[in-house]
């Protein structure tokens, strides 16, 4: 079916591989673009970044430095160490001796700036070195390169990742087309997807749970209680630990967010194998998931004041209801109940404390599922609440795109003050 083909190429596009907080580490993709661009290593970099970039890159740490932080810090081991071939998992093959020599000219080489654009996703590296000056220009997603020179010339042809990435298809996706997809695919195209995801978020959500990253979410979560619900919160929240601690594992993100990839997904795998689902219907809950979540993305932006725990988590409330047997009215009312309840969630930058903001928004979208169950859910009118999933979407998308603007803004003053 063409409907069912749209998704899929939704899909493909969405869920990427990334290493690190996909900000950061799109910094690092232009930088490395950019030294390929030179042939040379830079003597001098500018990095220039929009309001909402500088945000997301301040307080994170860069996969692989041992805790380098900053706009600096990834783009200077973006040009020594990356790999730009690799996309967002440009870090992939980070050595020793390159984050030793990124170290020695941190300090010295890198400049930055505050890029006046209209654009929130708007990354400009320029670079210096043997004579020539490069700049890689990055607008719109995290690897779209919309401009590419040497010596001010404009180059054509391959280079980077992605370089000639086409914009996004507009499927009209709808919450009942996900739900025809996700029940009506053979998922003979989805499940390598899909297995993919599980096997890389699974990973470092393992991996955050055994060691010491950040706030240690995750593993205090497990000390209060094993219950499946506790569990699910923990996984994902353990993930982000280890990713917004710079674990160098990679991550299936949804959204342009790894910390979006984690939370769609850990949970749905956690409850479906507690509650022995079997592996079809876990897969099929997670086109659910992975698919609302891109849904209601679509309408907030890519980068908002808008917390995407929240948008994730309420596309968890909906595939767990229909995990658990519910009807596709349940999981709206699921959805629904869980948007009307922690839309006020700000995002003020990727950081140690994302992982806890995952584990508040899960535990109302479990909240909120288990009052699907049973019948009840947020009326039309009341506050934000939509008449019906669409409609709430839709409002959301509104308070996020509009009504958060000015409260970006502050958001970027409070932190740099």
Not at 87 to 115: F, P, W
Not at 212 to 223: A, I, N, P, S, T
Not at 272 to 298: F, P, Q, V, Y
């Amino acid at each position: 079916m063409e409907e069912f083909e749209l998704y899929r190429q939704v899909l493909r596009q969405e869920l990427e591989l990334a290493t690190g907080c996909t900000e950061p580490i799109a910094i690092a993709y232009a930088a490395a673009l950019a030294r390929e661009t030179l042939g040379c290593e830079p003597e001098r970099l500018n990095a220039a970044c929009s309001g909402n970039i500088v945000k997301n890159v301040k307080s994170v740490a860069v996969p692989g430095t041992g805790g380098l932080r900053g706009i600096e810090a990834a783009a200077v081991i973006g040009a020594v160490g990356g790999d730009a071939a690799a996309g967002l998992n440009v870090l992939h093959g980070l050595e020793d001796t390159q984050l030793t020599r990124a170290k020695e000219l941190a300090a010295g080489i890198c400049s930055v700036s505050l890029l006046e654009t209209n654009e929130v996703l708007h990354i400009r590296v320029e670079a210096e070195g043997g004579g020539h000056r490069a700049l890689v220009e990055i607008r719109g997603s995290h690897t779209n390169v919309c401009s590419r020179r040497l010596d001010g010339v404009e180059l054509a042809g391959s280079g980077g990742a992605q370089e000639d990435e086409e914009p996004a298809p507009e499927p009209e996706m709808s919450f009942a087309g996900i739900f025809d997809f996700a029940e009506g695919t053979d998922l003979s195209e989805e499940r390598g997807l899909l297995e993919r995801q599980i096997r890389c978020n699974s990973a470092i959500a393992d991996a955050g749970l055994a060691g010491d990253f950040g706030l240690g979410v995750g593993r205090k979560l497990l000390e209060r209680s094993q219950d499946e619900f506790t569990r699910a919160r923990a996984k994902a929240a353990a993930g982000s630990d280890a990713r917004m601690g710079g674990c160098l594992m990679p991550v299936v993100i949804n959204s342009g967010s790894g910390n979006q990839g984690l939370t769609v997904s850990l949970p749905v795998v956690e409850l479906a194998r507690a509650w022995d689902c079997g592996e079809e219907r876990m897969l099929r809950a997670l086109l659910i998931s992975n698919l609302t979540a891109l849904h209601i993305k679509k309408h907030i932006g890519k980068l908002s004041a808008y917390c995407g725990a929240s948008s994730a988590a309420a596309a968890v409330s909906a595939a767990t209801t229909w995990l658990a047997g519910g009807s596709r009215e349940q999981c709206a009312a699921a959805l629904i109940n869980t948007l009307a309840a922690v839309s006020g969630m700000i995002c003020d930058g990727a950081k140690a404390s994302c992982a806890s903001k995952i584990a508040a928004a899960l535990d109302a979208g479990f909240l909120a599922h288990v009052l699907a169950m049973s019948g009840r859910r947020c009326q039309g009118g009341e506050g934000i609440a939509g008449t019906d999933a669409e409609n709430s979407i839709d409002k959301v998308g509104e308070l996020a795109a509009r009504g958060m603007s000015g409260t970006d803004r502050v958001i970027l003053e409070l932190m740099l003050s």
